[in-house]
């Protein structure tokens, strides 16, 4: 298991900007996919961004493309969610998660214990 720690969590108005971090340690950061997840009070945890292990490859939920860029730096074992535009909607705690893909898994088996992220209006 790798371990992960997030930051760059706050309070923020609409329309700004946060980015947040995660630093991973445990094991070679380059083995893994990573992903930012979130949840709301009172919803389900949700799908936000992932890249590939290499960076080229990003993916994103349409709720935030275009906001959000997603981005690592293998040779500082860091992902980041650069978060433009935000919208109240957006409050909620954000998850940083590994998925192993040398080998590959199909689940994300790490986590981070997550940063609150609150926009408000």
């Known amino acids: 298991q790798v371990q992960l720690v997030e930051s760059g969590g706050g309070l923020v108005q609409a329309g700004g900007s946060l980015r947040l971090s995660c630093e991973a340690s445990?094991?070679?950061?380059?083995?893994?996919?990573m992903a930012w997840f979130r949840q709301a009070p009172g919803k389900e945890r949700e799908f936000v961004a992932a890249?590939?292990?290499?960076?080229?490859?990003?993916y994103y939920a349409d709720s935030v493309k275009g906001r959000f860029t997603i981005s690592r730096d293998n040779a500082k074992n860091t992902v980041y969610l650069q978060m433009n535009s935000l919208k109240s909607e957006d409050t909620a705690v954000y998850y940083c998660?590994?998925?192993?893909?040398?080998?590959?898994?199909?689940?994300?088996?790490?986590w981070g214990l997550g940063t609150q992220v609150t926009v408000s209006s």
């Open positions: 445990g094991r070679t950061f380059s083995n893994y996919a």
């Open positions: 998660a590994a998925r192993s893909e040398m080998p590959p898994r199909a689940d994300f088996g790490s």
């Open positions: 890249v590939n292990w290499s960076g080229y490859t990003t």
